[in-house]
């Protein structure tokens, strides 16, 4: 969560995984600061969502 929070967004959920998490931010640049604060991989949260049941298990 520190990678959100250097990177000045909002933890929205915590992820299914320590290592998952959603997060929001209103900059246009939210998504490079992530990168910047050690993101490995940035998505899309609403694309995300499709791949998973409310349990967290896929279709």
């Known amino acids: 969560m520190h990678v959100i929070a250097n990177a000045d967004g909002r933890l929205l959920s915590p992820g299914r995984w320590p290592w998952v ?5 209103d900059d246009p640049e939210f ?4 990168y910047a604060a050690g993101a490995v991989f940035v998505g899309n949260a609403d694309a995300f969502s499709l791949c ?8």
């Open 21 to 25: 998490a959603v997060a929001q931010s």
């Open 31 to 34: 998504v490079a600061r992530l």
């Open 52 to 59: 998973f049941t409310d349990q967290g298990t896929q279709i």
